[in-house]
């Protein structure tokens, strides 16, 4: 007696998911071709979590313990998301700006305090 495979089922509905994932991302990227929108945004939004995702991980402990201990903040999980992911960037972006795009104001700072003849 040939026995059924036991994970046949698991295995077809698999390849139809990953079928149907493969199809709404084809139909997806059509209608963004045709829009004429190259995903730029995204792009630059992923490389940015992608270069600053140590820091951003330690500023999001951070801002969750302001918004719970703190601020005692009582919000639905989506909510909490969406205000731990936009402070985090935020104070990311921040940093960012401050410490490796300085302003002319702190380079003058900068060159005041540099080497001094004795």
Do not use: C, E
């Amino acid at each position: 007696m040939i026995k059924k495979a036991k994970n046949s089922p698991k295995i077809r509905y698999l390849g139809i998911d990953i079928l149907r994932g493969l199809a709404v991302f084809v139909g997806l990227r059509l209608i963004l071709l045709k829009m004429g929108h190259n995903l730029n945004q995204l792009r630059r939004l992923l490389t940015f979590l992608s270069y600053n995702s140590y820091s951003i991980y330690f500023i999001h402990i951070i801002v969750i313990y302001l918004l719970t201990v703190v601020f005692k903040l009582k919000l639905s999980w989506l909510n909490f998301f969406l205000v731990t992911f936009a402070s985090s960037l935020a104070l990311q972006k921040t940093w960012n700006l401050l410490f490796f795009n300085p302003p002319k104001f702190f380079k003058k700072l900068n060159s005041r305090s540099g080497k001094r003849n004795i």
